[in-house]
């Protein structure tokens, strides 16, 4: 697979080669913002945003969707004073970012999504994965990415990942 950036700086990208992945039910998981600012320039992400509520079992969102991807960028951040946290509701450690909406098709791998993340943010970004922060559900991380859309995320221990057979 091979990623061709088009009409300058992160603007479009092609991937070429790709083939397509399906999910179990041709489905991946996706996650949403909750919120931000409660802590200045902190992010609250996951699985649960007004009515919708992500399946971390089996995905949610089929894969022939075309959504961000929720990326990543463990730096060892520490965790702001006032911010509470807890086994399911912790702190990344880290920032956060949204690719440009692409076809869940293109995440034929863990790999290949990380390389999405590395394309449009740079060396150390990686697509955001469920238990980063721990338990899951939902984490903290600084950013302000988008709240219009819900966004890919990858879990490291169920089928609901696009690349999952």
Request: some cysteine; aromatic content about 12%.
């Amino acid at each position: 697979m091979k990623l061709v950036r088009l009409l300058g700086a992160g603007a479009l990208f092609v991937v070429v080669g790709a083939t397509p992945a399906l999910a179990s039910g041709g489905k991946g998981m996706t996650w949403g913002k909750i919120s931000h600012g409660a802590v200045p320039g902190v992010d609250e992400v996951g699985c649960s945003v007004g009515s919708f509520y992500c399946n971390a079992y089996t995905g949610d969102t089929s894969c022939m969707t075309s959504l961000p991807i929720l990326c990543v960028k463990l730096d060892g951040s520490p965790k702001p004073s006032g911010l509470y946290t807890d086994f399911y509701n912790g702190w990344v450690g880290g920032n956060i970012a949204t690719t440009q909406p692409v076809p869940g098709t293109w995440l034929t791998s863990q790999a290949a999504a990380d390389q999405l993340c590395a394309s449009y943010f740079g060396a150390g970004w990686q697509m955001a994965e469920f238990h980063h922060s721990g338990g899951g559900w939902d984490w903290y991380a600084y950013g302000n990415v988008r709240s219009d859309t819900k966004f890919w995320v990858r879990i490291s221990d169920q089928p609901a990942n696009c690349w999952n057979p």
